[in-house]
T-cell receptor
Framework: TQLLEQSPQFLSIQEGENLTVYCNSSSVFSSLQWYRQEPGEGPVLLVTVVTGGEVKKLKRLTFQFGDARKDSSLHITAAQPGDTGLYLCAGGYGGGSYIPTFGRGTSLIVHP | ETGVTQSPTHLIKTRGQQVTLRCSSQSGHNTVSWYQQALGQGPQFIFQYYREEENGRGNFPPRFSGLQFPNYSSELNVNALELDDSALYLC?????????????FGPGTRLLVL
């Protein structure tokens, strides 16, 4: 059973389109992270959100943490081919060692 | 580039064999975590090492073991390899404490078990 459910699993869009990917859980997390992973590489951290309702922006990427800290979304405006990759969300708990639980990821392809 | 390096990049083994994977953490980091990423899946936590001691373990059998050295580099050892062990093995380094949720991943070692 996947603790973190990501949707959609696959997304293929044209350059310039907008998109939103979702990360949902029945568990409450103290923090939630989004990573992008390109083929042959390890995941690269994009953002960490810690407060319910928090919104963070990173250029054309907007991240939101749900009010109840159980879900999150990533919105990309005017997608570009360089956005292509696997987007992973990961939830974790504070205190002691930080051990995140990852979702299965959303595979995004942006066609020129 | 994160400064986390892993070796080898690719490896082919047969069932029953043993394998050792290596990870050098980013300068200044004292914690190393290991993950297994099967095809089409997200990374699954194997274990974490801090100050040369195991500091948390995921749902993996004892044939998955590890070490951390005084320079904070780390090894992942897998005994009695099974076909399902075929995956990308990632290590991530971090600084235990305040910013510990910020992990930097290496490029991974792709293991194929035949």
């Amino acid at each position: 059973t996947q603790l973190l459910e990501q949707s959609p699993q696959f997304l293929s869009i044209q350059e310039g389109e907008n998109l939103t990917v979702y990360c949902n859980s029945s568990s409450v997390f103290s923090s939630l992270q989004w990573y992008r992973q390109e083929p042959g590489e390890g995941p690269v951290l994009l953002v960490t959100v810690v407060t319910g309702g928090e919104v963070k922006k990173l250029k054309r990427l907007t991240f939101q943490f749900g009010d109840a800290r159980k879900d999150s979304s990533l919105h990309i405006t005017a997608a570009q081919p360089g956005d292509t990759g696997l987007y992973l969300c990961a939830g974790g708990y504070g205190g002691g060692s930080y051990i995140p639980t990852f979702g299965r990821g959303t595979s995004l392809i942006v066609h020129p | 580039e994160t400064g986390v390096t892993q070796s080898p990049t690719h490896l082919i083994k047969t069932r029953g064999q043993q394998v050792t994977l290596r990870c050098s953490s980013q300068s200044g980091h004292n914690t190393v975590s290991w993950y297994q990423q099967a095809l089409g899946q997200g990374p699954q936590f194997i274990f974490q090492y801090y100050r040369e001691e195991e500091n948390g373990r995921g749902n993996f059998p004892p044939r998955f073991s590890g070490l951390q050295f005084p320079n904070y580099s780390s090894e992942l050892n897998v005994n009695a390899l099974e076909l399902d062990d075929s995956a990308l093995y990632l290590c991530a380094s971090s600084l235990f404490g305040r910013e510990q949720e910020t992990q930097y991943f290496g490029p991974g070692t792709r293991l194929l078990v035949l």
